[in-house]
């Protein structure tokens, strides 16, 4: 049964962040294109969900808001909390 359950919280954590990836990546070409954008609250939020690896990760690749200071310091600190709650979690069982 536990195994299982680390299968579910990996996909989950994949698909999380491949959502993460395209808002960021949908984000991005709506910026370019001067139309309606993601909420910066929507991106910090499916950050705070898992998604902080792939908000990362597309930050970088289409050097989207790596300017803002709540997006350059703020998704790494969500990600640097997401890692202290595992490591915790991890030692709990």
């Not at 990996?10 to 909420?39: F, M, Q, S, T």
């Not at 300017?67 to 790494?76: D, E, I, S």
């Amino acid at each position: 049964m536990e195994i299982q359950g680390h299968n579910i919280a990996a996909w989950y954590l994949a698909i999380i962040n491949i959502v993460a990836v395209v808002i960021y990546g949908w984000d991005k070409l709506c910026a370019i294109r001067k139309r309606w954008r993601v909420p910066e609250m929507t991106l910090l939020v499916v950050a705070l969900l898992g998604g902080s690896i792939g908000a990362i990760a597309a930050m970088q690749v289409f050097r989207h808001k790596t300017l803002h200071l709540k997006f350059k310091y703020g998704v790494p600190f969500i990600l640097a909390l997401q890692i202290v709650g595992l490591v915790v979690l991890g030692h709990r069982f």
